[in-house]
């Protein structure tokens, strides 16, 4: 219902999600922070920032585990760790189903 298709792993505490369908404001692009030392900030760090402050859910972006020459290879992925409560899981859940059904 996001627009996001999960990549499933067969266990582990996270999951991938494929977000090349996902639209979001230009300016998260052009947003600037010490922890992303590349210039221009990567797609799935300006989505992840976008998805935690306009949705309320916080993705970790996968090139933060990649190297400067490597980091456009995770442009269209968000990982989500769900090694959380059921509660926690299904606030996320309703939060992403009501910004994305509007």
């Known amino acids: 219902s996001a627009g996001m298709d999960p990549i499933v792993p067969n266990g582990g505490f996270f999951i991938m999600a494929d977000t090349s369908d996902i639209t979001f404001p230009a300016e ?20 992840s920032r976008w998805l935690t402050k ?10 933060a585990f990649y ?3 490597t980091v456009h290879l995770a ?10 409560g059921d509660d926690t899981i299904l606030e996320a ?10």
């Open 54 to 63: 306009e949705v309320g859910v916080t993705a970790i972006p996968p090139s």
């Open 67 to 69: 190297g400067e020459d």
């Open 93 to 102: 859940h309703a939060r992403l189903k009501k910004y994305f059904q509007k």
């Open 28 to 47: 998260y692009m052009e947003e600037k922070t010490v922890a992303m030392p590349c210039d221009p900030m990567p797609r799935d760090w300006a989505m």
């Open 75 to 84: 442009k269209n992925l968000l990982r989500f760790a769900y090694c959380k």
